[in-house]
């Protein structure tokens, strides 16, 4: 971990992540890049017991500006058939933000992701990903290719 004090919240530390106390959350300002379906994810969330309409991702960012680092934020989503409810798949949020508690210390990453998905839900960021997905083809998902693999 290091220490904050040594990588102001203006810019991202040398590990690549920019830190915030766990209060600044609530006051991020999001705005979205892009949304789209990825048919792979329906197929995993099935996998996993789960019917989606639809599934797909979207990223969102908090640009640069004077004082402030560019954040990145992106998570997969589903479409719930009962409720019609646009869901954040696995409560997975990803971002290039480390939350810190009031010491400064590293939250880590899963408690990060919680607190930002927290955020995300006084957001209403499904009306960004409806238009996204209305406004015309979806951008193609990214497949794999499969002479590659770990």
């Known amino acids: 971990m290091t220490p ?4 102001p919240y203006c810019s991202p530390s040398p590990d690549g992540y920019v830190r915030l106390p ?3 959350f609530a006051g991020l300002e999001l705005v979205h890049i892009a949304s ?3 048919p792979g994810l329906a197929d995993e969330l099935r996998g996993d017991g789960l019917v989606p309409d639809l599934a797909g991702f979207t990223e969102w960012q908090r640009p640069a500006s004077p004082g402030f680092a560019h954040l990145t934020v992106g998570w997969d989503w589903y ?3 009962d409720s019609g409810c646009f869901r954040i798949a696995w409560d997975d949020v ?3 933000l480390m939350g810190v508690d ?3 210390t590293d939250i880590g990453m899963h408690a990060t992701a919680s607190a930002l998905a927290c955020r995300l839900a006084t957001l209403d960021w499904a009306i960004a990903v409806t238009r996204a997905l209305a406004s015309g083809p979806p951008p193609q998902p990214i497949v794999a290719d499969k002479r590659w693999s770990h």
């Open 4 to 7: 904050p004090l040594l990588h």
């Open 22 to 24: 766990l209060h600044a």
């Open 36 to 38: 789209g379906l990825d």
């Open 79 to 81: 479409l719930e058939p």
């Open 94 to 96: 990803r971002s290039n």
């Open 102 to 104: 009031r010491f400064g």
